[in-house]
């Protein structure tokens, strides 16, 4: 079974984020509130994907500075990490730092959004 890190997501966020994804996926969701706990983790832990929030819950940290923070780390720049975020912009910030383009949150029972995750993800049976 694959992992895939959710960081920054309120509860609700979580719950649907991990709900679509499990429903579609073999995967484990794990979540991390904030910066330095998702890092660490990524450091112990093998991750299939990392979803990052565009603002942390927690302390409304921007998730744009993780995504950075991850791909100039040699140990970590191979694991994929997507923004989640519903502005092109802020999507095109997260491509040019290294991840692959995420998705919005309204976007999260799209066709397009499943196929995303598709390339990194075993689909369930």
Known sequence: MQRVL?????????GNIA???TCHFDVEVVR????????????????????????????????LKIIQQVKADPALA???C???????EYQQAA???????GFGKKELDMPQTRAR????LQETA
């Open 78 to 80: 191979a694991v994929p």
């Open 32 to 63: 991390a509130r904030r910066a330095d706990e998702a890092l660490a983790r990524l450091r112990e832990e093998p991750f299939a994907l990392v979803l990052v929030n565009r603002l942390l819950d927690e302390d409304g940290s921007e998730g």
């Open 6 to 14: 959710d960081v920054g997501n309120c509860d609700l966020d979580h």
């Open 95 to 101: 491509v040019a730092a290294g991840a692959e383009y």
């Open 82 to 88: 997507m923004l989640i975020s519903n502005y092109p």
């Open 117 to 120: 995750l598709a390339r990194f």
């Open 19 to 21: 709900r679509f994804l």
